[in-house]
T-cell receptor, first 111, second 114 residues
Framework: SQKIEQNSEALNIQEGKTATLTCNYT??????LQWYRQDPGRGPVFLLL?????KEKRKERLKVTFDTTLKQSLFHITASQPADSATYLC??????????FGTGTRLQVFP | EPEVTQTPSHQVTQMGQEVILRCVPI?????FYWYRQILGQKVEFLVS????????KSEIFDDQFSVERPDGSNFTLKIRSTKLEDSAMYFC????????????FGSGTQLSVL
């Protein structure tokens, strides 16, 4: 079955730096991959979706890449701010009506 | 911005009791979902619903679970006889397009089974 791996360790970075989060998956490549942000006690919030035929997608300070050869997506936040501190979830479509989520990576941006 | 609303935010129940979790999806959305998240674990798919029927369900969604869209706005999840292991945060989600693109999640109902 499809497995998703995200850095389970928290990522601590200084304000202004670029945060890079990794999502690796096994088995077949999904048609697309999504990134969500989750704050404590809240539901996930959609950030970006990237399709298998897209190498890169950007939205403001966010950038996502998708490498189907490496079976990996990278999520970048440039010029990070303390308000970016949250858990970031990678989610894969299984070509069905369900999303498979990773465990998430907790990002802490300190001043 | 439109949002998915869930009630109640917290529900405490005794083992064996029935609970109904309620959701109001975004009004022009056609695809509805329930996910759950046990404390410290990943978000897990339970069920998807479209055109008044279940389109897919996970192995977690056994005979004790059911979903319903009783009117044009509400979407409910019922657990008939709760177990201790049902304790989790339950999230409702909706989307405009098929195929899980861009899900909008509610803030969740924290269910505690004692």
């Amino acid at each position: 079955s499809q497995k998703i791996e995200q850095n389970s360790e928290a990522l601590n970075i200084q304000e202004g730096k670029t945060a890079t989060l990794t999502c690796n998956y096994t088995n077949y490549s999904p048609a697309y991959l999504q990134w969500y942000r989750q704050d404590p006690g809240r539901g996930p919030v959609f950030l970006l979706l990237i399709r298998e035929n897209e190498k890169e997608k950007r939205k403001e300070r966010l950038k996502v890449t998708f490498d189907t050869t490496l079976k990996q997506s990278l999520f970048h936040i440039t010029a990070s701010q303390p308000a970016d501190s949250a858990t970031y979830l990678c989610a894969l479509d299984m070509d069905t009506d369900k999303l498979i989520f990773g465990t998430g990576t907790r990002l802490q941006v300190f001043p | 911005e439109p949002e998915v609303t869930q009630t109640p935010s917290h529900q405490v129940t005794q083992m064996g009791q029935e609970v109904i979790l309620r959701c109001v999806p975004i009004s022009n959305h056609l695809y509805f979902y329930w996910y759950r998240q046990i404390l410290g674990q990943k978000v897990e798919f339970l069920v998807s619903f479209y055109n008044n029927e279940i389109s897919e369900k996970s192995e977690i969604f056994d005979d004790q679970f059911s979903v319903e869209r009783p009117d044009g706005s509400n979407f409910t999840l019922k657990i008939r006889s709760t177990k201790l292991e049902d304790s989790a945060m339950y999230f409702c989600a909706s989307s405009e397009r098929q195929g899980n693109e861009k899900l909008f999640f509610g803030s969740g109902t924290q269910l505690s089974v004692l």
